[in-house]
Structure formats: structure tokens, C-alpha cells
């Protein structure tokens, strides 16, 4: 087919954007902007293995970012520990934190595990308040050192003129295609065809041979653990992190990325995720509308296209090729 | 020993008594239709073969296993060797006729969780084989050309046929059919009845669900007719077409006077 074609053909061509982006602008305004963007659809790629994927609807997704984020901060502020190797542990303790959340809410379906999980977020979020000793309380934890890349230490990139920004971009950057490769093997396994058959029709799944209480455990680890590594690349990139980033809203916000770009589908979750961050950057005059504005687009988009701006596609990749 | 055997199954919900005590034998290599009046317990009986319901009493014998099935979730019963196919179709309508034959076949893949996230290694070589395996499958029900549009753009009939398919994919040593022909018009029925007989030249043992005698007559190795939650004739099909309690039950008491 002509579009896979040419598909296939210009396929390299965002990632190389992304990666010289930095020569083209020195404006830090926009690589703050995507930098932001990228973080997002990290976020909403790893929601949608959870919602998109496996169909288990959770309001609980800030939660487990910010005990990625908590964790490595936590370590590297008080133990030195490298965020190299705090952030993927506050990967594991949020997807640890998920197995113990799975314990009581692996029964539940639909709207009683939705009304679990947000509940499960109120009572983090009054830990992570109360917690001061580990926490730092309400007003969060700052100070959080920089993720450095060894190599490009000295000045940056020195080609651009611009210093630190630029490198944090490429560690977001980093994170975005770990996170991008991750969904997308998942999605592409046999492991992605059982949750998708799980997703569908849980029974005959069932039937199948498959063990979807297990799938479901697996699959909520997945989400929840890339979400912890989004969390800690958020601490290391904005130095602070506070209880607030944990609220329903926030998980809200990340749901409504992966419905409006399209449940399922990796890319229309990375659109749905850079809709719902620039979107806001453009009106920010109207902030005040911002809540009004939001709400307005996830019930249209709930109304008139509820299966997303990009639909999910039949899955044409079997072991890694794509067939038909 | 047989092959397969269900002793005094007894099924309550609440005050209801779905099932009263009912049995089944199957013989490898056989084709046993189960029949009998709206109500008469038989898809409870299979949800409890299944293990989709747990039978309040009574043993399920699975000699291929070698154990009791009764209270087995339907995960175990599948890997044990049983596959099933369901009254009201139930496909997974968003997947293509591929991912739906080749999620069947994904029983026995032997693939540790890692492997199965990661499609690494083993599971690699055993999506190929899968592959192969679910186009030649859909070959044979003749639904190839279509491997790639999803299960739900099928006709009924075409649907019926990609379960019988999905069930087979799991290699089943005993093919459970929930009313295949239910919904079906007069040539898809005689496609479903050929495509069964195919199935028992290939060695299948299969169990069926089934209204209409006239196809029972045709496919049937023995029958079973269940009515009011229990067995009341068991034969060959023209021994179970004479027999008078099956008359009352079809048809009334009054009705074969």
C-alpha cells in the first residue's frame, strides 16, 4: 500500500526532529513546552496499557507517578543516591505499590474499580501530605538534584549556546523513547493480544487458557511502573515535587489524553497527550477558563467521537513483522 | 474408565434448581449431542463442565487430565484439554480472524511472562508457528481471505463458523459446541453439519448443544436428552426419537398419545 509506503518511508523522520530540535531553536520557552509535551505522552502511553490495552479503567495514575517521583527524590536527596539509579527503582516501588493495590481491587470491574482506584488516590494524596519525614508535607520536596548525563556534563551542548535546559530535554527526550518502545512491544506480544481478548470479552478469554486475573495484575504493573519512571524523570527535570501532583485532577487530566487521542492507539494517545499540554500553553491568557474549557472537550469528544480522534487499528504485527 | 464423565452435577441458583443430578459419559472419538426442551439445564451443564459455574455437587471425571473438573476455574479446564464455543456468539469483534484464532492457540505456548511481554527468544519461533498454524486453520473453514478484517464485520454465519475455529486452535482433546446452528439459515446449517463431520474424521470428540433433531439425527454418534435439570434418556438417535418420556418432554404428555 502506498501510505504504509510511505509511511515506513518518513517514520525516522520525528524522532531525528526531536533530537536536533535544540540547533533549531534557543528558545527555552519551546523546549520547556515540548520537553513538557514528551512527559505527558509518556504518562499517557503508559495509562493506556493500562485503560487502552488491558480495559481497566483506574483514576489512580498521578498517584504512581508521584511515588516515582517521591522515591528517587527521596533517595537521591537523602542517601545520594544517582537519579540513574533512584529513578528506575521508583519505577519498581510504583509498580510494587500497584501488585499491593491489585490485592484488593483485582475483583472489581468498571466503575467500582474506578470508584476504588480514586478513592485509593484520596488516601495517598493525605499520606503524602502527613508524611512530612519522607515527604516534606504540603509544600513537597524540593531540590531534587538534576539528571546529568556524564558525558555532556561541561557546558551542555555547546553547539546551541544554551546550557542545562537542553541536556534535561534530551533525558525527557530518553525517557519518551524507552517508554514509546516499551508500549509498543507490549502492544505487539503475545502477552498485548491476551490483554486486548481481556479487554473484550474476559470470559471467553478465560476459556481461552489465559489466567486474566494474572494478565490483570501484569498489566496494572506495567502502566503503573512506566508511570513511576515518567514520575522520576518529572523530579529530576523540575527539581520538586508535591503532593498536588498526585490528585484526582491530574489523573483525570491523563485519562482524558488517552480518550480524546483515541483509547488503545499509541499514536493517538501521543496526540491526545500533545493536544491536551499545548493546548492549554496557547490559552494561557485564559487560564481561568482553563477547568471549563477542559471539561467542555472531554464531554464533546465523549459525545461525538467516543472512540477517540484515532481509533484503535486491528493489530497487523506478529512477532515483530508486520504481516498483511 | 471413560474418557469423560460427569456424575450427578446439581446446580441451584437461589430457589432455582437448574440442574438436578445430571450425568454424562463421552467415549473418545465420539460425537454426542445433548438435547432437550428450552430450560432444561443444558448450557448451565456446560458452564459447569467448563467451570464458568461451580457445580454445587458432583464430580466431572477427565481421564486425558486424569482428575476432577468440577470447581476448576475455566482457565484450567481450557489448558486440560477442553474448548468451548458459546450460544450467543462471543468473539472478540475488535480483533482480526487472525488474532482471534491465534489467541486460542496461545494455550499451550509454554512462554515464560517475560518472553510473553517481550516477544523474545522462544516466543518469537512459537508466533511464527501460531501464525502458520491460525492461517492454515482459517483455511480449512474457508475464512482466509478474510484473515484480516475484525471478527465483527462477518456475517452470522461466518461468525459461528471463526469460533468453531478459535475453539479448535487450542487443540482441544474435547470440543464443546453451544448450539452451533442456533440463528442459522437452511445452507449454513448444511455447512456447520459438514464442517462437523470433517471435524470427526480428524478425531475430534465433541459435545453439542443442539434444538433441531433433524441435525442431531444426521451428526450424532449417541444422544443425550436432558429435561427439567437431569438426564431422562441417553441412546443411539433412533432409539431416543421412540422414547416416550423424550415424546412428553418435547411435546407434552398428552402429545404422543
Redesign the interface.
Known sequence: MLRAEFKKKTLWLAPTILFLLPLFTNNGYVIFVITATLFYSMVALSLNIVVGLSGIWQLAHAVFLAVGAYTAGFLAKNYGLSLWIGIPLGALVAAGLSLVLSLPTVRLRDEYLMIATLNFGVIAQILLTNLDGFTGGTAGMSGIPSLTIPWLTADGLVLTGAVRPDQQYFIVLLGFFFTFAFAWRVQCSPMGRALRAMREDELVTQSMGQDTRTLRVIAFAIGCGLAGLAGGIFAARFHSISPASANLSNSVLFLAMVIVGGVGNIWGVIIGAVLLSVIPEIFRDLERFRLFAFGMILVTCMVFRPQGLFPERLQTFVAGRQIN | MSFFEAKGIVKNFGGVQALKGASLTINEDEIVSLIGPNGSGKTTFFNCL???YTPDEGDIYWAPGNCNLAGK???Q???LGI??T?QNI?L?????L??NI???G????G?N?FQ????TGK??L???K??IEALDLLQLFGLSAR????AGALSYGLQRRLEIA?ALA?KPKLLLLDEPCAGLNSHEIDDIIELVLKLRKRGHTILLIEHSMQIVMQISDRIVVFDAGSKIAEGLPHEVQKNNRVLSAYLGDEGHA
Open positions: 467448563t467451570g464458568i476455574p475455566p482457565h479446564v481450557a489448558r474448548a468451548r458459546f462471543r472478540f469483534t475488535r480483533m482480526s487472525l488474532e491465534m489467541i486460542g496461545q494455550i499451550h505456548d512462554l511472562t510473553k511481554i517481550f516477544t516466543a518469537i512459537s508466533e511464527k501460531r501464525e484473515a484480516f478484517e475484525p478459535r487450542a
